[in-house]
């Protein structure tokens, strides 16, 4: 018999993915307003690691969707160089004003499992 009591840790955040993905199909709202006060709310993850996390996810799955709707012919990229020319610029000013942590590294018990989170120097 294989033992998947481990799994009984990571059920709940499945779920919570789960029906926040539901969610976010439905509505149209984005993840980040539902995902991190949940985890925050209903896993004890500290909002620091709640926001990382997301953001995390958020870029990998965005990268994803924004591949897929070039291939499909989808993106204006005049409208887009548009728009990082401010965005870009107006994030790294924000990040550099930003105070850091001297701590480069967390583990965060969720469930039975540990998740490490890496935060940014």
């Known amino acids: 018999m294989i033992d998947l009591s481990w ?3 990571f ?31 209903s896993f004890g993850v500290t909002p620091q690691i709640a926001v990382g996390t997301d953001l995390l996810y958020a870029s990998i799955t965005k990268t ?5 709707h070039h ?22 000013i924000l990040l550099a004003a930003s105070p850091s942590s001297h701590s480069t590294r967390r583990r965060l018990p969720i469930g039975s499992a540990w998740v490490s989170s890496w935060r940014c120097r």
């Open 7 to 9: 799994a009984a840790g």
């Open 11 to 41: 059920l709940p955040l499945i779920l919570a993915g789960l029906g926040v993905g539901f969610l976010v199909g439905l509505t149209g709202v984005g993840g980040g307003a539902l995902m991190t006060p949940l985890l925050i709310s």
């Open 64 to 68: 994803a969707g924004s591949w897929r």
């Open 71 to 92: 291939v499909s012919d989808h993106v204006e990229w005049p409208i887009v160089f548009r728009l990082a020319a401010g965005s870009i610029p107006a994030s790294l």
